[in-house]
C-alpha cells in the first residue's frame, strides 16, 4: 500500500461548488502540506502543517482552508471553488526538517467548471 | 525570501548522451539542503537525488549526479548515459527549516 494516499484522484465540480480533498499518511511523519501544480508554475505551497494543532500559511492560501484531524489525516476545502483553482494538487509529508525528503501522494487532477 | 530558478523549460537530449539541467536560487541562509524532483507522466513525484550546503563534496545517485556552487548558487543535475524513462519533468527544489520551495520545472525530452 502507498505511504500517501490521496481521496480522490480526480475530480471535476462545478462553480461554486464545496470540494474537500483528503490525504492520509502511513509513514508517521509530524509534517503534511498542501501544493498546487499548475503548468510553467512548478509546485506552490497552499498550507502546511507540523502536528495536529499547528496550521501555516503558505505562498496561495486564499480561498482554501484545511484541517488536520489526527496525525495521518490532512485535508484541504475549496469552500466555493472558482474555475482558475482548475490544478493539479499534492499532499506530502515529511518527518523533521534538513535532509530528509518530503514524501508526496500520487496527486488530485481537479476540475472546476 | 528564497526563490528558485530553472531557467530552461524544455529540453531535449539523444539517448546514451549526457545532458545537464540548470537551477540557481537566491537565499540568505547558510545552511539549508537541495533537492532534485522527477515527475514522470504518471505524474508521480520521485526524489532523484540531495546535497546538504554544508557539504563541499557533489551527491551522486547512479547515473545522476549534481554540480553544487554554493558561492554561485547554483545547483545543477546531471544525467548521463540517457535513457527513454528519463523523460519527465524535473523540478530544483530549495528547503529550509520549515518548507520546501520549487522552481518551475524543466521538461526532458529524450530523443531515440
Known amino acids: 500500500d502507498a505511504d500517501v494516499t490521496q481521496t480522490p484522484r480526480n475530480r471535476i465540480t462545478k462553480t461554486g461548488k464545496r470540494i474537500m480533498l483528503e490525504c492520509s499518511q502511513t509513514k508517521g511523519h509530524d509534517r503534511m502540506y498542501w501544493y498546487r501544480q499548475d503548468p510553467g508554475l512548478g509546485l506552490r505551497l497552499i498550507y502546511y502543517s507540523f502536528d495536529v494543532k499547528d496550521i501555516n500559511k503558505g505562498e496561495i492560501s486564499d480561498g482554501y482552508s484545511v484541517s488536520r484531524q489526527a496525525q495521518a489525516k490532512f485535508s484541504l476545502s475549496l469552500e466555493s471553488a472558482i474555475p482558475n483553482q482548475t490544478a493539479l494538487y499534492f499532499c506530502?509529508?515529511?518527518?523533521?526538517?534538513?535532509?530528509?525528503?518530503?514524501?508526496f501522494g500520487p496527486g488530485t487532477r481537479l476540475t472546476v467548471t | 525570501a528564497q526563490t528558485v530558478t530553472q531557467s530552461q523549460p524544455e529540453m531535449s537530449v539523444q539517448e546514451a548522451e549526457t545532458v545537464t539541467l540548470s537551477c540557481t536560487y537566491d537565499t540568505s541562509e547558510s545552511d539549508y539542503y537541495l533537492f532534485w524532483y522527477k515527475q514522470p507522466p504518471s505524474r508521480q513525484m520521485i526524489l532523484v537525488i540531495r546535497q546538504e550546503a554544508y557539504k563541499q563534496q557533489n551527491a551522486t545517485e547512479n547515473r545522476f549526479s549534481v554540480n553544487f556552487q554554493k558561492a554561485a548558487k547554483s545547483f545543477s543535475l546531471k544525467i548521463s548515459d540517457s535513457q527513454l524513462g528519463d523523460a519527465a519533468m524535473y523540478f530544483c527544489a530549495y528547503r529550509t527549516d520549515d518548507k520546501i520551495i520549487f522552481g518551475k520545472g524543466t521538461r526532458l525530452h529524450i530523443l531515440p
Open positions: 506530502a509529508t515529511s518527518d523533521r526538517p534538513g535532509f530528509n525528503e518530503q514524501y
